[in-house]
């Protein structure tokens, strides 16, 4: 039972990044802007939450820095694709970029510097109870945001006014805008709450995963997340349950190596990217499933006509 | 050996920058040398200890030298270039310090005759290009015989980069160091497939202690799995450079990359007008391997550990003596007798007792 506890909560560390980061693509993609800058806006929030808790000591301050570092960067892709329409796959792809080489560069001072992991909760009595204490109650606060973060982007796309507007912008911006509303204002906003969510699962990385800074240290969890939006063909709860599969799939590997179980490890590597490839080929067959779906205006760029 | 294949726009233009400023302030009586690095000198592993010995040149021979760094070059086309363009801007030595630059290296050597060249971790010379590297696989066997008396479960988690000949060394040199102290010792491999993912690295390290290791060591470059040691309560071993400031109560020691003298007296070479083409491949012996201070162990260890490293550094003791049986039983290498550097540059092969299917 220990061993089950361990691993469960091994997974949940490793799928908590990606959580966040494809929730708030999923928002982006959602409004019809494809942001490929992921991976680079994950850095540039690694970075200002390592950064912000080793000089202020407030974990609380480093988390609200890194989403709004994040926020920063998604508001310069959008001002590129948004106001200056600028391609937004070649945007985000050299935003991803930019975001590598500052992060290292603003991280060249942090290098080698420890930092204490981000609290896990405690409650007196029940943190402690047998499997589900440690499961249920012994997260830290980034964890719980994740659930919570997800369950609001469900109610929000399903439920509210507002979100049924951004997927209506991201449906036909044309009729949208037709209907009166501001298409270029809620495009920003979507992205740059993307933008925000990746600074956090950065910021997830550099304060509670491995908490320490280190160059790239994303390794390509911005693209993962990326496909998992897809993978989850753009509905909440299946990108919680990607987030799990995928955090899941990467853990039970080593398990298995490390049981001696002969499982080639480059085969589980990519496993990720394969499921996403199949769903895509499977969505791409029905044309139902697609027009549910898939945003039909993601990637394009927005000119009023008048 | 080591690879970052990330594209460092920022780097690549700081780099640029220095070597402008260099350029415009050389004298001419300094001799100028160059270094060409993979990664970034603050990867805090591989790049960052070569920078250390580019340092160490400038302080041991002060306004004689003139050093001259470039970091994050890919491997491939963009190395030829950074390195020609040493060459042509007056650098007398070079290093360049990863495997992937050996075919640049020698391309631009033949070039360049009145240059001297020296590659870390390849196995092509000429007569003004050297190669050197370190026997890391020293360190490992003193790893294993503090993991023989340290490990309580008997069981060791090994996290792996690469199944290549110089991490598959480094198991059976490690495996062979504990089973010198404690015959039970079993090693857990867990391979990750890259050089440097912090995330990853940690996980394997969670993997290893949930199925019972109670001592992590690596072959990966960053501090993660250290860092879980620590928060786990298990006990763990550093690369490349001293890591104790990430896991101060998990480091029993690290197993230090230390290219200075050897930097020092090339560079004087070259100075002096005594350089010649050599291929060297230094242990404790050389200095370009040392151990970082023995913590978190009882005395008796530690001097077990020193003792260890004392008797190889002399010569008294080769980590791979025989007798030595492969997993399949078969013996490898006789009683009595050593492996020779041929048998331990291709080390293709676990020797018995690693609990692991060496991948393809």
Redesign the interface.
């Known amino acids: 039972m220990d061993i089950f506890v361990q691993i469960v909560l091994t997974v949940i560390t490793a799928s908590t990044p990606l959580l966040f980061a494809a929730s708030g693509e999923l928002i982006t993609e959602k409004s019809g802007v494809l942001n490929l800058g992921v991976e680079g806006m994950m850095l540039i929030g690694a970075i200002t939450g390592f950064a912000v808790a080793i000089s202020t000591g407030s974990a609380t301050l480093a988390i609200f820095a890194a989403a709004i570092a994040g926020a920063a960067a998604a508001f310069i892709f959008g001002f590129l694709t948004l106001s200056l329409l600028a391609n937004q796959v070649a945007t985000g792809l050299a935003l991803t970029i930019f975001g590598v080489g500052i992060s290292a560069l603003v991280g060249a001072a942090f290098v080698g510097v420890a930092l204490e992991p981000l609290p896990k909760l405690a409650i007196p009595g029940i943190s402690t109870l047998p499997v589900i204490g440690p499961i249920v109650f012994g997260q830290d606060i980034m964890v719980y945001g994740s659930f919570v973060l997800i369950a609001a982007i469900y109610w929000f796309l399903k439920h509210s006014h507002w979100g049924l507007v951004v997927r209506a912008v991201g449906e036909s911006h044309d009729s949208a805008h037709a209907l009166g509303y501001p298409v270029i204002a809620i495009r920003y906003m979507a992205t740059i709450f993307g933008g925000a969510m990746c600074g956090l699962g950065g910021a997830y990385l550099s304060l509670a995963y491995t908490p320490m800074w280190a160059e790239n240290m994303t390794a390509g969890r911005g693209w993962i997340a990326l496909a998992l939006v897809v993978f989850a063909t753009w509905r909440p709860g299946r990108l919680l349950l990607g987030a799990y599969m995928f955090g899941g799939i990467t853990i039970l590997q080593l398990h298995a190596q490390g049981a001696g179980i002969n499982v080639p490890s480059q085969f589980m590597s990519m496993l990720p990217y394969l499921a996403t490839i199949l769903v895509l080929v499977l969505i791409s067959r029905d044309k139902v499933r697609i027009r549910l779906n898939a945003p039909n205006c993601i990637g394009q760029a927005f000119r009023p006509a008048h | 050996m080591k690879r970052?294949g990330?594209?460092?726009?920022?780097?690549g233009l700081?780099a640029a920058g220095l070597m402008a400023a260099g350029l415009s302030s050389a004298w001419a009586d300094q001799t100028k040398v160059g270094f060409v690095y993979v990664?970034?000198v603050?990867?805090?592993g591989w790049t960052?200890r070569h920078d250390i010995g580019r340092q160490a040149v400038e302080n041991a021979l002060g306004d004689k030298v003139k050093t001259t760094f470039v970091e994050s070059v890919k491997e491939g086309p963009d190395a030829e270039r950074v390195i020609q363009q040493l060459a042509a801007s007056g650098h007398k030595l070079i290093f360049t310090t990863s495997f992937g630059f050996m075919n640049p290296t020698v391309k631009v050597a033949k070039r360049n005759p009145g240059v001297m060249f020296e590659h870390a971790t390849g196995y092509k010379r000429g007569k003004n290009v050297s190669t050197y590297m370190a026997r890391f696989y020293e360190g490992r066997y003193v790893a294993g015989v503090i993991a023989g008396k340290m490990s309580k479960t008997n069981t060791v988690?090994y996290v792996g980069s690469f199944p290549i000949p110089e991490v598959v060394r480094g198991i059976n040199s490690f495996l062979l160091g504990a089973h010198s102290v404690n015959p039970d010792i079993k090693i857990?491999?867990?391979?990750?497939?890259?050089w440097?993912?912090?995330?990853?690295e940690?996980?394997?390290a969670?993997?290893?202690i949930?199925?019972g290791?109670d001592i992590i060591t690596q072959h990966t470059d960053?501090?993660?799995p250290l860092?879980v040691a620590q928060?786990r309560g298990v006990l763990g071993f550093g690369q490349a450079s001293d890591m104790a400031?990430?896991?101060k109560n998990a480091q029993l020691t690290s197993i230090i990359d230390n290219w200075d003298s050897y930097y020092v007296a090339r560079a004087k070479a070259v100075v002096d007008g005594s350089w010649k083409s050599a291929d060297t491949w230094g242990g404790f012996n050389t200095g370009m391997v040392e151990m970082a201070p023995f913590t978190n162990m009882p005395a008796d260890v530690a001097k077990l550990a020193q003792e260890t490293v004392d008797a190889i550094s002399s010569g008294k003791l080769h980590p791979f003596t025989g007798p030595i049986k492969n997993q399949k039983g078969e013996v490898v290498i006789k009683a009595g007798e050593v492996a020779d550097d041929g048998m331990l540059l291709g080390m293709n092969f676990y020797i018995e007792g690693v609990?692991?299917?060496l991948?393809n």
């Open positions: 970052f990330i594209t460092r726009v920022v780097g700081l990664g970034p603050g990867d805090h960052y988690g857990k491999v867990v391979w990750v497939n890259s440097y993912d912090p995330g990853k940690g996980d394997a969670k993997a290893l949930d199925q290791a960053s501090p993660a860092q928060n400031a990430f896991a609990e692991d299917k991948p």
